[in-house]
């Protein structure tokens, strides 16, 4: 069986995402002490809005699309999940934050039409 090349590029993205990610829930964990939850997710918020629109305009995405009201219910619930995604890797032990954060795909098998 060949692998093609698109499917290894995934690949090395997927693995990059989740070096990162790790490294980004690693860095809340340690940032609690010194920043309140708000603080962390706007300035993760603020740097994420930079580098997409960076990425949008180098490959000529126009960054407003064609469904708003779409892009607002995801941007709505992005915004909830990443929240509450910060809050629970403040209060809770960082291993059973990430557990739980792992089992989204459960979630969204038991919640897909």
């Given at each position: 069986?060949?692998?093609?090349?698109?499917?290894?590029?995934?690949?090395?993205?997927?693995?990059?995402?989740?070096?990162?990610?790790?490294?980004?829930?690693?860095?809340?964990?340690?940032?609690?002490?010194?920043?309140?939850?708000?603080?962390?997710?706007?300035y993760?918020?603020?740097?994420?809005?930079?580098?997409?629109?960076?990425?949008?305009?180098?490959?000529?995405?126009?960054?407003?699309?064609?469904?708003?009201?779409?892009?607002?219910?995801?941007?709505?619930?992005?915004?909830?999940?990443?929240?509450?995604?910060?809050?629970?890797?403040?209060?809770?032990?960082?291993?059973?934050?990430?557990?739980?954060?792992?089992?989204?795909?459960?979630?969204?098998?038991?919640l897909?039409?």
């Amino acid at each position: 069986m060949t692998i093609s090349r698109s499917s290894w590029t995934g690949l090395v993205y997927a693995f990059v995402a989740a070096v990162c990610y790790a490294g980004l829930n690693t860095a809340i964990r340690f940032a609690d002490a010194h920043m309140s939850v708000w603080h962390i997710i706007f300035y993760r918020s603020l740097f994420g809005v930079m580098v997409m629109g960076l990425l949008a305009w180098m490959t000529g995405v126009w960054i407003l699309g064609r469904q708003r009201p779409t892009l607002c219910l995801l941007g709505l619930s992005g915004a909830l999940g990443v929240t509450a995604l910060t809050v629970a890797l403040i209060l809770l032990p960082l291993f059973e934050a990430l557990v739980l954060l792992y089992l989204f795909p459960a979630f969204a098998a038991l919640l897909s039409p």
